[in-house]
Nanobody, 115 residues
């Protein structure tokens, strides 16, 4: 089982990034996908969730209306489109695949928002 995130980068405030999370070794379409982030000195926090079919999504308040979570089960990939980025969005972003008590994690991809 493997989850690999990519797409993190240094971006200026107000910029955009799209993160990807590719799953392998399991039936991707059976799992809900969650994006988390952990900023410097902070605990890991939930950012967004998408259900296994892609028909339901949830966003936490800090990112609502700026971030969009999506998935393409045909290519075993979930995405996090991040717009209007702010310095407080600086963090390592992780995806996790969840089904019942099963929970797999990726290694994270760093996002830095700075001028």
């Amino acid at each position: 089982v493997q989850l690999v995130e990519s797409g993190g980068a240094l971006v200026q405030p107000g910029g955009s990034l799209r993160l990807s999370c590719v799953g392998s070794g399991f039936t991707f379409s059976d799992y809900h996908i969650r994006w988390y982030r952990q900023g410097p000195g902070n605990e890991r926090e939930l950012v967004a969730v998408i259900n296994n079919s892609g028909g339901g999504t949830y966003y936490t308040v800090p990112v609502k209306d700026r971030f969009t979570i999506s998935r393409d089960n045909e290519v075993n990939t979930a995405y996090l489109q991040m717009n209007d980025l702010k310095p407080e969005d600086t963090a390592v972003y992780y995806c996790s695949a969840v089904r019942g008590r099963e929970n797999y994690w990726g290694q994270g991809t760093p996002v830095t928002v700075s001028s």
